[in-house]
């Protein structure tokens, strides 16, 4: 365990099917559809990497070898760009395996977020540790698991990240009950609901996938009946961390995050998150608002 109880260690499920995009995800993992010229995983890697956290490890299924590629070495592409002297593309290839210490484990049976973040215990010991879901694109220009950290700091236990949402799409996600704490933006959490109906929903807070967990998670999620879909919910065991002593690893809080965040789990929020970061670019930016603007107009 860390001597100072520090977040060193990320967890990134990567065990899904994808059927939101088929046919694209038939042979291709969905981690790995671009984000404008990167795969999608990569800005969750950076993100990690941003805060501190240079050991990750992916949770990984069947069909998930393109993934592992992806953060593996190329001798061949590198040496044929080293000999066109193309050290910009040389560059972009070799960031990918420069960034981290990454390390894989299979999930085996798709049971579920709390199946998956258990098949972690081995590799994250008795450390607290984070988990990210690689469905959330975070800007980089808005951190989040910094501020994060510094809730785990003060309160201890878990800490859980939040966003306000039309109540209407509260049943898509996690949902909490809250008391509000001295902190600005930092809520204790009560109870936890999965995917409520609207009319039941505690709040209009949702779980976004961005999570500091106590390793006292770990024997939680052991004892964790299967829920929802026949699947062990990480939303179960936090509702069990929320009523447990802080001395046991216990108490969750939550982050409420006002930073620009990108959703690429279906068809939609994808192409409005490639869309969006692409005219932010400096090197694409101009010229797709511009083509954006007149496209628009023809409609």
């Known amino acids: 365990m860390s001597s100072d109880g520090s977040v060193r260690k990320a967890v990134i499920p990567a065990a899904g099917l994808g059927t939101r995009f088929l046919p694209a995800t038939k042979a291709t993992p969905k981690e790995m559809l671009p984000v404008v010229d990167k795969p ?6 950076e993100e990690a990497v941003a805060a501190g956290l240079e050991d990750v490890l992916f949770i990984t299924g069947r069909s998930k070898r393109p993934l592992e590629d992806h953060f593996d070495r190329n001798l061949e592409l590198e040496q044929v760009l080293r ?17 981290a210490r990454i390390h894989y484990v299979r999930q ?10 258990l098949v972690a215990e081995n590799h994250v010991g008795g450390e607290p540790f984070a988990v990210l879901l690689g469905d959330d694109l975070i800007d980089p220009r808005d951190p989040v698991l910094p501020a994060m950290m510094e809730v785990r700091e003060r309160f201890g236990g878990s800490v859980v990240c ?44 949702a779980v976004i996938g961005r999570y500091l967990l106590d390793p006292a998670v770990f024997d939680v999620l052991k004892a964790t009946e299967p829920g929802r879909g026949g699947e062990i ?25 006002h930073g620009r965040r990108y959703d690429t789990g279906d068809r939609l929020s994808y192409l409005q998150a490639v869309i969006t970061l692409a005219t932010e670019r400096e090197d694409l930016g101009p010229d797709l608002r511009a083509w954006l603007v007149s496209f628009a107009e023809g409609l």
């Open 162 to 205: 939040l966003m306000r949402v039309p109540r209407e799409t509260i049943s898509l996600y996690g949902c909490p009950a809250v008391r509000p704490t001295d902190s600005t933006d930092v809520v204790t959490i009560t109870d936890l609901v999965e995917k409520p109906d609207v009319e039941s929903a505690p709040s209009d807070y």
């Open 108 to 117: 085996g049976d798709p049971l579920g977020l709390g199946h998956a973040v």
């Open 40 to 45: 999608a995983i990569q800005y969750v890697v």
């Open 233 to 257: 919910q990480l939303t179960d065991a936090l509702r069990v961390l929320a009523g447990m002593p802080a001395d046991a690893g216990g108490g969750v809080h939550g982050l409420v995050f």
């Open 83 to 99: 000999e066109k002297g193309d050290q910009e593309r040389l560059a972009s290839v070799t960031e990918s395996t420069d960034l």
